[in-house]
């Protein structure tokens, strides 16, 4: 009996593993797509991936439900954590409950290294586009002020003064 509930979580937690796996295919397709510039493609694969990150989290409602229902059956608190959970199971339950567990944090770890990396590019150019106005632009850096205090809007580029003719 207890085999059907932990049978029933360790299903949905690979469901979850294997949409994670599509999720991180997704997101490195997404940097190839940022570095060609292809905006149409880009906005097709955004919503591609926010309709799958939809998916995820009712995948992951139902893996938090299966969890709950087998806390219950074994009597542990709502505060008990998955060890506790997970030693009270007969042996080979357990084994295949921990490694369920383990490939699922291990797609989640491989998402958020997608993540982090494609967030660090984006700064970058950001960052970078940054410089490049500052430098050709730097009478509109920062917030400017009129002679009474009050913020002002800039003005035609200013003239420059060659003080050596």
Known sequence: MAFDSS???????????????RFAEQEAALTQVVQQRDWAQLERALA???GLAGTIAAAESRRHEE?????????????????????????P?????????EELR?????VRSLTASLAYYFRCIKDSV????????????????SRHGR???????????????
């Open 7 to 21: 049978a029933a979580l360790v299903q949905a937690m690979a469901e979850e593993r294997e949409l994670f796996h």
């Open 48 to 50: 591609d991936l926010d």
């Open 67 to 91: 969890y709950e229902r087998l806390k219950r059956r074994f009597g542990v608190g709502e505060r008990a954590g998955f060890g506790l959970l997970v030693a009270r199971l007969p042996e």
């Open 93 to 101: 339950e357990r084994i295949s409950l921990a490694a369920a567990r």
């Open 106 to 110: 291990a797609a989640v770890a491989r």
């Open 130 to 145: 940054e410089q490049i106005l500052v430098e050709a632009f730097p009478h509109r850096r920062g917030r400017i002020y």
């Open 151 to 165: 913020p002002a809007q800039a003005g035609a580029d200013p003239m420059m003064v060659n003080h050596s003719l």
